[in-house]
Nanobody, 126 residues
Framework: QVQLVETGGGLVQAGGSLRLSCAVSGRTFAVYAMGWFRQAPGKEREFVSAIGGIWTGTATNYADSVKGRFTISRDNAKNTVYLQMNSLKPEDTAIYYC?????????????????WGQGTQVTVAS
């Protein structure tokens, strides 16, 4: 049984930072891509960032809206993926979800991730 558990969300002032973590169990973590998505109230779920599995050289991919502010990384020894979020803006407010890919390559398509976490709330106050 594959499980993903996100932690690290919270309330932060604009310009501040948060680091999200997502711990994975039940799958050989290192070979699969991991992604972060977010969903704001009344909006569609959107891609934030992804990191590839070990056979891709852990390539990374970011949405234009977060490039230069967010950094995705993974620790395969801990079966954990991270999202470091700096220079946060009120428009970053959303529920953030991590997901594990069906393969090793990064993708921004939600249908190419087959297991998802429960989400963690990030609120950025102006």
């Amino acid at each position: 049984q594959v499980q993903l558990v996100e932690t690290g969300g919270g309330l932060v002032q604009a310009g501040g930072s948060l680091r999200l973590s997502c711990a994975v169990s039940g799958r050989t973590f290192a070979v699969y891509a991991m992604g972060w998505f977010r969903q704001a109230p009344g909006k569609e779920r959107e891609f934030v960032s992804a990191i590839g599995g070990i056979w891709t050289g852990t390539a990374t991919n970011y949405a234009d809206s977060v490039k230069g502010r967010f950094t995705i990384s993974r620790d395969n020894a801990k079966n954990t993926v991270y999202l470091q979020m700096n220079s946060l803006k009120p428009e970053d407010t959303a529920i953030y979800y991590c997901a594990i890919g069906v393969g090793g390559h990064t993708t921004n398509r939600p249908d190419e991730y087959d297991y998802w976490g429960q989400g963690t709330q990030v609120t950025v106050a102006s």
